[in-house]
C-alpha cells in the first residue's frame, strides 16, 4: 500500500486575538474529518491547534496533491471559518487567501505538507511513525537548522554515519521570495554541506521544501515551504509553517525522539 500523510495547517479565527481557535471550531472541522473517515476518504485524521493554527494531520491512498483531500481541508477550514464569524471571533478566514480554488490548495494560503511511502501492516515493520512540527507565529526558516542539524551533520545526530545511512540525504532548497513559480535547488548531503549551510542561513528567503534519503530514494521530511506575503503580494500575518519528518529513513532519529514520536494512525 502506498500511504500518504498529509498535514494541512491554517489560521482561520481565534479567540481574543492570536491565542487559539474556539472549541466550536475544532469540532466543525473534527466534524468533516469524521465524515471522511466514515466515507473511505481518509484512513485515519487527527486535528489539533498550535496557537491559533488548526492542523489536520490525514492519513490515505490518494496520493501527493489529491484534490480530494485538499479540497477536504479547504472545506473544514471554510466550516471553521463561518464558526469564527458568527461568533464575531479575531481573524475569521486570515489564511484562506484563494476564494475557491478548485483542486489543490498549495499556494491558496493553508500550510501543506505532505510524504508518501510503501507501507504494509505486516512483516518485520508492521507499523511506522512519524513526527509532524507545528509553529505559530514564525516562517518556514524556523526549521532550516533542526532538520539540517539531524539529517546533514553527524556531530550532532551520529546515526548518519551508520552504514544504511552514511549516503546521506538530498535537500530540496526553495527559494520563498521567487513568486512566478517554486524555484527549487537540490543538493546533496555530505557533498554539499557548505553549499546547503550557505543558503539555509538565509532563513528568510530559503526554505527546505523536503530532504529525500539517497539510501532508499524515501522522502524523510517535508515542509511546507510557502511565505504568505509572496502568495499575496502583501503582509498577511506570519506563515506559520508544518513540517513532517518520517522517522523510517532515520533510525537514529528516533532512537533519540521516541519520546516525541507518534505512530502514524490506521484503522
Known amino acids: 500500500m ?13 479567540v481574543g486575538g492570536h491565542t487559539k481557535p474556539s472549541s466550536r471550531m475544532m469540532a466543525a ?35 501527493e496533491g489529491s484534490s480530494e483531500i485538499h479540497q477536504l481541508a479547504w472545506k473544514a477550514f471554510l466550516a471553521a ?32 505538507a505532505e510524504l508518501s511511502f ?10 511506522e511513525s512519524f513526527m509532524v512540527f507545528a509553529a505559530d507565529k514564525c ?24 552504514p544504511p545511512m552514511i549516503k546521506g540525504f538530498r535537500f530540496h532548497v526553495i527559494d520563498m521570495d521567487h513568486t512566478a513559480g517554486d524555484s527549487v535547488i537540490e543538493l546533496d548531503a555530505p557533498e ?19 530532504i529525500v534519503s539517497q539510501t532508499y530514494g524515501e522522502v524523510a521530511a517535508a515542509v511546507s515551504a510557502q511565505r504568505l506575503h509572496a502568495i ?3 503582509y498577511t500575518g506570519k506563515d506559520d509553517p508544518v513540517a513532517g519528518p ?12 521516541a519520546a516525541s514520536a507518534t505512530p502514524y494512525p490506521h484503522s
Open 139 to 162: 516562517g518556514p526558516g524556523a526549521y532550516n537548522l533542526p532538520l539540517y542539524l539531524a539529517f546533514a551533520d553527524p556531530m550532532y545526530c551520529a546515526g548518519l554515519m551508520l
Open 29 to 63: 472541522v473534527e466534524g468533516e474529518v469524521a465524515k471522511a473517515i466514515c466515507n473511505g476518504l481518509l484512513i485515519d485524521g487527527f486535528v489539533c491547534h498550535t496557537g491559533d493554527d488548526i492542523a489536520i494531520i490525514m492519513t490515505h491512498t490518494r496520493g
Open 192 to 210: 554539499d554541506n557548505y553549499h546547503i549551510a550557505a543558503l539555509l542561513r538565509d532563513n528568510e528567503r530559503f526554505g527546505i521544501d523536503r
Open 2 to 14: 502506498r500511504l500518504t500523510l498529509s498535514v494541512i495547517k491554517a489560521d482561520v479565527g481565534s
Open 81 to 112: 471559518t463561518s464558526v469564527a464569524r458568527t461568533s464575531a471571533l479575531y481573524g475569521a478566514g486570515q489564511d484562506l487567501l484563494a476564494d475557491a480554488p478548485s483542486g489543490n490548495i498549495r499556494g491558496a494560503g493553508p500550510g501543506v
Open 246 to 257: 518520517a522517522l523510517r529513513c532515520c533510525p537514529i532519529l528516533s532512537w533519540n525522539m
Open 232 to 234: 499575496a503580494g502583501k
Open 118 to 127: 510503501d507501507h504494509s501492516l505486516s512483516g518485520p515493520r508492521p507499523a
